[in-house]
């Protein structure tokens, strides 16, 4: 497996370096880097004017620190990151689709239909809930550790708990 971490919010601007108020809206981004994927965040202002180059993308708000924590994605973004990944052959992002997958499971998003071996992988055949259709993913046999590793490193992308069990 790639040892990569995503990071959550450092609360500044990576295109402009400048620091991002309490409440302030911004984009969070996963961009494909030189040692795989990066959290970036970006201002309002940096990100309209640039338009970055990135692998997803979703809008947030600068907690204040003295809030509780909230889901920041929800179900149909999940999902939409889920299909996003499909077609990766990267097992980074195989990996990340997987957990991912476990974590919809748990969310009763999708249902385990069946398996097949093809080309020397595991595919399961996953039903969406309450769509008229499936999805295949490659089940890369990832260990607990690996599993948890994981987990914790997407809740930092999501700035919440995860959780696959």
């Known amino acids: ?40 965040d970006f201002c309002t202002a940096y990100w309209e004017e640039h338009k970055p180059e990135v692998y997803c993308f979703w809008k947030s708000r600068i907690p204040n620190p003295e809030h509780k924590k909230k889901l ?28 991912l997958t476990l974590i919809l499971m748990r969310k009763r998003k999708l249902k385990y239909d069946s398996a097949r071996n093809e080309n020397d992988q595991e595919i399961w055949t996953m039903k969406v809930t309450g769509e008229d259709r499936t999805a295949d993913v490659v089940n890369p046999h990832l260990n607990e550790d690996q599993i948890q590793q994981l987990s914790e490193q997407m809740g930092q992308i999501l700035q919440t708990s995860l959780e696959t069990e």
């Open 72 to 99: 920041l994605i929800d179900d149909a973004m999940l999902l939409a990151f889920f299909d996003r990944l499909a077609n990766e052959q990267e097992p980074e992002k195989v990996n990340f689709r997987f957990v």
């Open 1 to 40: 497996m790639a040892d990569w971490e995503i990071r959550k919010t450092v609360g500044r601007c990576f295109g402009t370096e400048r620091e991002l108020a309490v409440g302030e809206e911004y984009f969070a981004a996963l961009v494909q880097a030189e040692q795989g994927l990066e959290r970036r």
